[in-house]
T-cell receptor
Framework: SQQGEEDPQALSIQEGENATMNCSYKTSINNLQWYRQNSGRGLVHLILIRSNEREKHSGRLRVTLDTSKKSSSLLITASRAADTASYFCATAFTGGGNKLTFGTGTQLKVEL | GAGVSQSPRYKVAKRGQDVALRCDPISGHVSLFWYQQALGQGPEFLTYFQNEAQLDKSGLPSDRFFAERPEGSVSTLKIQRTQQEDSAVYLC????????????FGPGTRLTVL
């Protein structure tokens, strides 16, 4: 079963705009990770945030984590057409080892 | 260096046939995971190896699914007597010791059972 849900399910923006995706999960976690999946390609790891961290940056990506609300957000700034993909959050829940539980994904489309 | 590779990339099987899916992890990675991704869904965990030891197989949907990693490197996921509901993309991921929580995924094998 899926651990959590991403919101929105689909997002369409213009190139240059920012894109924000949210993820909610259900159980206590060790870390939360965001992945990108392009059509025909595998999952690409974007960023990992640990349960004791609140915010993390990597290039144009900014991730926040609120463990009290069991939620995370991924912000992509200055989006590009190449950012068009499905984005998944995945959690390593406490006591679950390193296996990941994925959400349902957000389909992002960046238009020129 | 080379990433995770999987073969075949596409597999069509008739219902009832057995299939074997191969995963070559990144060299030196001790952790290896298998996930199943149905169309329009996120991946779901199947099983986990640390070296040759299968430490977690809680996600395998039935006893028709079997995975092995006999020498701690290449892994094979075998599905016996395939059924239509087995149609999905099967993803393999490996993880190293340095960034042990990060999983590196292969391109997947798309299995279609007719």
């Amino acid at each position: 079963s899926q651990q959590g849900e991403e919101d929105p399910q689909a997002l369409s923006i213009q190139e240059g705009e920012n894109a924000t995706m949210n993820c909610s999960y259900k159980t206590s976690i060790n870390n939360l990770q965001w992945y990108r999946q392009n059509s025909g390609r595998g999952l690409v790891h974007l960023i990992l945030i640990r349960s004791n961290e609140r915010e993390k940056h990597s290039g144009r990506l900014r991730v926040t984590l609120d463990t009290s609300k069991k939620s995370s957000s991924l912000l992509i700034t200055a989006s590009r057409a190449a950012d068009t993909a499905s984005y998944f959050c995945a959690t390593a829940f406490t006591g679950g080892g390193n296996k990941l539980t994925f959400g349902t994904g957000t389909q992002l489309k960046v238009e020129l | 260096g080379a990433g995770v590779s999987q073969s075949p990339r596409y597999k069509v099987a008739k219902r009832g046939q057995d299939v074997a899916l191969r995963c070559d992890p990144i060299s030196g990675h001790v952790s290896l995971f298998w996930y199943q991704q149905a169309l329009g869904q996120g991946p779901e965990f199947l099983t986990y190896f640390q070296n040759e030891a299968q430490l977690d197989k809680s996600g395998l949907p039935s006893d028709r699914f079997f995975a092995e990693r006999p020498e701690g490197s290449v892994s094979t996921l075998k599905i016996q007597r395939t059924q239509q509901e087995d149609s999905a993309v099967y993803l393999c991921a490996s993880g190293g010791s340095r960034f042990k929580d990060t999983q590196y995924f292969g391109p997947g094998t798309r299995l279609t059972v007719l």
